[in-house]
């Protein structure tokens, strides 16, 4: 689990560096307020991501049970279930987004007219774009079914760099939302085709066909649908914040703003990407009716102390390095009011996303109601507290408000209640100490597990 983990890690970092590396020079190519059309167009394509409904997450946990069970018979009616299912989900979306662009744009009074055209052709574009982005959840769900970390952090690794030489060629040519929007559409339909080989070849032998099941169609709606309302909550925060400020703020504070959470949501995205195998691997343990409970604890000890180091990691030597961060993303942009901004917002984003191990924990024990009610209560809090200070503050305030998604913390107190792990015991967990000699020990158990398979061959 820890060597998944890995892959995610140096995955995320990749993309994330690249992430990092071409948005100042895409804000310097297209400018702060074109950027921040862009991240309007992008943003409200995003918000439609949350059509696939659960069926993500859903596909895969139900294929790790079958395969745990070695019920290849349950393998073909989860995976009928879940593709038919998406299909028309994603069809759905692509066409909703068609037909309702310029539905959306009205919610956009500061749009000026000249950028309506450039808004309306992106977003019709972009219903490509979420179809592919949909049906391909289905095939990341297989390959993290089958723990197979490596081969998809590198195709969606493929899919980033191509994603952003594209748009860094597209912007310096001169090319408005609407050429970007083609080129990430193209890519998409490219990255898709690439996870659905893949998968094929992993399931090659499990001679695959369709099966209809009305009980595991249940089951997985079920499941879906407040995995969905689980989404939905995540969704609110990270997309949702920067429509208001867009609202608000006007396009180019929303440029320097998404600017500032592109960056700092990397913290999250991080740290969930190295515990995320949790949710695989617990739930294929739980199968086991005759699993200690000291195994499990001691795999979400280890995996809870992987999510600190990381989280509060970067969050310091983002801290540390704030201006020089800052400068490098808006070059000739000197203002100490966006500085101060940056930094809230680093400290907030750090602080809760110590709450992954808890939000997978949960899902894999199916206290999918709680994990569900605590982050729409987090999300809901949180954009209520954007707006005030959006409102009354400027980009300052936005940027406290986004202090809210910390009430996202319960999900961790309340998966270690469900596990029955006291208070006092995974408190001990965060000693400093015991948190930065884990790389070490991880690196030792490794060792020793290998000298003692050579011993036990020879």
């Not at 992430?19 to 310097?28: A, G, M, S």
């Amino acid at each position: 689990m820890l060597k998944n983990g890995l892959y995610n890690i140096i995955g995320a970092v990749i993309r994330s560096g690249i992430n990092f590396l071409t948005i100042p020079v895409i804000i310097r190519l297209m400018g702060v307020e074109e950027y921040g059309l862009w991240m309007l167009v992008s943003t409200a394509i995003g918000i439609l991501g949350l059509a696939e409904a659960g069926l993500s997450i859903s596909t895969t946990v139900f294929l790790a049970k079958d395969l745990a069970n070695e019920d290849i018979k349950g393998f073909c009616q989860t995976l009928t279930v879940t593709l038919t299912g998406m299909f028309f989900l994603a069809t759905f979306a692509a066409i909703l987004l068609w037909v309702g662009a310029d539905a959306i744009l009205v919610l956009f009074p500061k749009i000026e007219v000249s950028q309506h055209t450039q808004a309306l052709q992106g977003l019709r574009i972009g219903g490509f774009v979420i179809w592919s982005r949909l049906m391909q959840q289905v095939f990341i769900g297989i390959e993290q079914a089958y723990q197979c970390y490596g081969m998809m952090n590198l195709l969606n690794t493929l899919q980033i760099i191509f994603t952003n030489i594209t748009m860094m060629t597209i912007a310096w040519i001169g090319t408005d939302a609407t050429g970007l929007m083609i080129a990430n559409a193209a890519i998409s339909l490219g990255s898709l085709s690439g996870h659905v080989c893949f998968s094929w070849m992993l399931t090659d032998g499990l001679q695959l066909r369709p099966m209809w099941n009305r009980k595991k169609f249940v089951s997985i709606i079920k499941y879906s649908s407040m995995t969905w309302l689980t989404s939905l909550g995540s969704a609110l925060f990270s997309q949702c914040d920067r429509l208001i400020v867009g609202g608000i703020l006007g396009t180019k504070l929303l440029g320097i703003y998404a600017g500032i959470t592109s960056i700092t949501t990397q913290i999250n995205t991080m740290s969930a990407f190295a515990v995320q195998p949790l949710l695989p691997k617990l739930s294929s343990l739980l199968q086991n009716k005759n699993i200690s409970k000291s195994v499990v604890q001691e795999q979400i000890k280890q995996v809870q102390q992987v999510n600190i180091l990381i989280a509060t990691g970067l969050g310091i030597g983002l801290l540390i390095f704030t201006p020089i961060v800052f400068n490098f993303i808006f070059p000739g942009i000197s203002n100490q009011e966006y500085i101060t901004a940056f930094r809230i917002t680093i400290m907030i984003y750090a602080l809760y996303s110590l709450n992954a191990v808890g939000y997978y924990t949960l899902l894999s024990l199916g206290a999918v109601k709680t994990s569900t009610v605590i982050l729409i209560g987090s999300s809901a809090l949180t954009l209520v507290m954007i707006y005030l200070g959006a409102t009354h503050w400027g980009l300052l305030g936005a940027s406290i408000g986004n202090a809210g998604y910390i009430f996202s913390l319960m999900c961790t107190i309340w998966a270690m209640k469900q596990l029955k792990i006291p208070v006092k015991e995974w408190i001990l967990w965060i000693q400093p100490i015991e948190i930065l000699s884990l790389p070490v020990m991880i690196v030792r158990q490794k060792f020793s597990q290998e000298f003692q398979d050579i011993e036990d061959n020879s």
